[in-house]
């Protein structure tokens, strides 16, 4: 049997604080693997857990190079050793590291939390989502001055009268802003171009052309040529702005109306054109959909298993993860916990403000889409704040 190997790591002292209490998380462990396929696995077979769990992989610079989690630490750390790898990258993986790093977590959820922290602030090399230089969700905006238009964007600016996200798929979302320009007929000119309404008075008569070929089809007002009114544009944006909303989706049957009969007029590629543009809207539906469900949905304290037969409670607002405490077992700790869920109940929860925070989200929304039935855990603010008053009453014996 081999020899486990343990020793001090200069660079690196741990993953770190976490959003998530401590008692989720077990004792961090480290070991330096052996050269030997098979001595490696049997050191994981004697010491890595079965549980839950974040593991890195850290280089001859002791640098942590990767981070990855699973359901099962052990099984997902032997692929690694199997004689036929999942994958390319994990052999790079395992030929760029000496040491091995892991950090039980009670439950898969937590793991995918605690995964998605530790990429954020360390940042490791072979780690491709969840890094703030590497791909990001992002946002679908309404702004831009006199002429607002739809756009998106990674990061949020002045610029942005209404912002709806955070939303995956980037490439997607590109093409989904495009289409809501065209459908709902808002310019995707440049914002240093002068806009001009025919409702507004002028000096001279001096005629105007469209600066682009989007007005000769139909689907740009011109607002670059005094063609619309202030009126008729700012009816366009409120209609793109209620369909974002969920709240008037009637241009899709518009829209499959005009496909249908363009490919009755054997107008294909018009139709064709017509197909994608339904396909990008429903898409953006979809995304929404999902969002708006959760902020609407997802607010309050969801139980879930702690170590050592405790429960953690993670606090939920707008669809997003604030904060977490453990179940409290002391006055103190009761104390504290009603005052933090009392602040939470009455704060207003923006749009995530840093990249953490909207994968954090990202990782809610398809995470309770996965289990539907966790939905019925989440228990209210004020029901969570009476669990701790009781508990105060009772001088914390064992609730029925």
């Not at 007005?215 to 005094?226: D, H, K, Q, S, Y």
């Not at 709240?247 to 109306?257: A, G, T, V, Y």
């Not at 700790?333 to 994968?359: D, F, G, Y």
């Not at 004020?382 to 105060?392: P, S, T, Y």
Request: charged letters at 20%; hydrophobic letters at 35%; a positive charge.
């Amino acid at each position: 049997m081999p020899k486990l190997l343990e020793h001090q790591i200069p660079n690196f002292h741990g993953f770190g604080a976490s959003i998530l209490v401590q008692q989720t998380r077990g004792r961090i462990k480290r070991h330096r693997l052996p050269n030997d396929r098979m001595q490696a696995r049997a050191l994981l077979h004697d010491h890595c857990p079965l549980t839950p769990g974040v593991y890195g992989w850290l280089d001859d610079r002791n640098q942590l190079c990767y981070v990855g989690k699973s359901k099962s630490l052990r099984k997902r750390l032997l692929s690694y050793f199997s004689k036929t790898p999942v994958d390319k990258k994990a052999v790079r993986i395992r030929q760029h590291s000496k040491t091995i790093v892991w950090e039980p977590i009670s439950n898969e959820l937590l793991a995918l939390i605690r995964e998605q922290e530790l990429i954020y602030r360390w940042r490791p090399e072979f780690n491709t989502q969840g890094q703030p230089t590497k791909r990001q969700p992002a946002f679908i905006c309404l702004g831009g001055g006199l002429a607002p238009n739809a756009f998106f964007t990674r990061r949020l600016t002045n610029k942005s009268e209404f912002s709806f996200g955070p939303i995956a798929g980037t490439g997607r979302l590109r093409s989904a802003v495009e289409t809501i320009n065209q459908c709902f007929q808002l310019r995707d000119c440049h914002d240093k171009i002068k806009f001009r309404f025919n409702n507004q008075l002028s000096l001279f008569e001096n005629p105007l052309t469209a600066q682009c070929i989007r007005f000769e089809l139909g689907t740009c007002p011109g607002p670059c040529a005094a063609q619309c009114s202030t009126h008729t544009y700012q009816a366009n944006v409120k209609n793109a702005h209620q369909f974002i909303l969920g709240k008037d989706s009637s241009i899709l049957s518009r829209l499959n109306q005009q496909m249908q009969d363009a490919a009755a007029s054997h107008s294909f590629e018009k139709a064709a054109i017509l197909r994608d543009h339904i396909s990008n809207l429903n898409w953006l539906d979809r995304r929404m959909s999902a969002l708006r469900n959760a902020q609407q949905s997802l607010n309050g304290v969801l139980p879930i298993e702690a170590r050592k037969n405790r429960a953690a409670w993670l606090i939920l607002k707008a669809g997003q993860l604030i904060g977490s405490t453990i179940s409290p077992n002391s006055e103190t700790r009761a104390i504290a916990t009603i005052k933090q869920l009392t602040e939470a109940s009455v704060t207003e929860r923006t749009i995530p403000e840093n990249l953490m925070e909207m994968n954090l989200q990202l990782i809610l929304i398809a995470w309770f889409r996965k289990y539907p039935q966790l939905k019925k855990s989440l228990i209210p603010f004020g029901d969570a704040v009476n669990i701790c008053e009781r508990r105060l009453d009772t001088g914390f014996l064992p609730l029925p």
